[in-house]
C-alpha cells in the first residue's frame, strides 16, 4: 500500500509562484505524477517523473513547471512559476510503478491540494 500526501498548495496572484510537494509512504522508487482538476473539468495531466527519474509535460506548461524528486525524502516536487489563473485547480499526486500521462496509469492517489491563481 501506498500513501501519499500532498502539501504547498494556496492563493497567489497571476505571475507568482509556487512548490506543491508530495511525501510517499509505503513503498520507494515509483513513478510520479501530477493531475489537476479544475470544477467541471476532466483531471488532466500535468507532470511525470519516472523512477530513472525522465521527466515528462504536458504542452500547458511551456516551461513554467519542473518536477523533481528527493527520493531520499521519498518526496516529488512540482515548482509552477509565471502561475497564471487557468492553472487554478486541485492538484493531486499519484504513484504507480509504470507511471505516464493517464489517469488510468496510476493506482494511488494523494487527497489533492488547491491552488488558486487571482488576476
Known sequence: Q??????????VQAGGSLRLSCAASGRTLLAMGWFRQAPGMEREFVAAINRNDRTYYADFTKGRFTISRDNVKNTVYLQMNRLR???????YCAADVGGGNKVLQYDYW????????SS
Not at 489563473?85 to 492538484?91: N, S, V
Not at 494523494?110 to 491563481?117: L, M
Open 2 to 11: 501506498v500513501e501519499l500526501v500532498e502539501s504547498g498548495g494556496g492563493l
Open 85 to 91: 489563473p487557468e492553472d487554478t485547480a486541485i492538484y
Open 110 to 117: 494523494g487527497q489533492g491540494t488547491q491552488v488558486t491563481v
